[in-house]
């Protein structure tokens, strides 16, 4: 049996549920995708998600807040302000790119619609996975919520290949 009391106190810290304030909500996570394509003013924001203004102006403020977004005067014309993702917000692409594939496989299969393929290859992107330290594939089974303090600490090269 689970001690669900230390259980509980673990994810009352999880960094999902602080996360989740900044980006969780889904225009949030289309504003991101449309940065992700390109999109870099308010009016194309608005204009390619629909969106609200009001409501653009609030989830672009939220992200600037939060470090995930930068403002700064457009090169070609400082009267208009650009929003580039910052490396924080680039980092969340994995992020979204699990969700398009949970989405394809899960949501809507049927819908086909555009794919996201390596530049230089043309090929789809292979599947975003949960991996070791070590680049082992892992289940659900295989992971457990610890405290920091029992974590191993051995450092861990994040830029060498993974296994498939």
């Keep these: 049996m689970r001690n669900l009391d230390r259980y509980r106190a673990l994810l009352d810290r999880c960094s999902i549920a ?26 194309e924001f608005q204009a390619t998600l629909g969106i609200a ?19 700064t005067p457009d ?33 809507c299969p049927e819908q086909g619609g555009p794919m996201l393929v390596d530049r230089q290859t043309r090929r789809p992107i292979a ?11 892992l289940a659900l089974k295989d992971l457990l919520w610890v405290e920091r303090n029992e974590v191993e600490t051995a450092p861990v090269n994040e830029d060498r290949p993974r296994v498939s």
């Design 18 to 43: 602080a996360a989740l304030t900044i980006i969780g909500e889904r225009w949030t996570l289309l504003i991101l995708r449309g940065a992700f394509d390109g999109l870099r003013h308010f009016e």
């Design 53 to 71: 203004r009001n409501i653009l102006a609030s989830r672009l403020a939220r992200l600037v807040a939060n470090g995930v977004f930068e403002r």
């Design 75 to 107: 090169p070609n014309d400082r009267r208009r302000i650009a929003y580039r993702l910052t490396e924080k917000g680039r980092s969340l692409l994995p992020v979204l790119m699990s969700l398009k594939q949970w989405g394809e496989r899960w949501v």
């Design 127 to 137: 599947v975003i996975r949960v991996r070791s330290a070590d680049g082992r594939p």
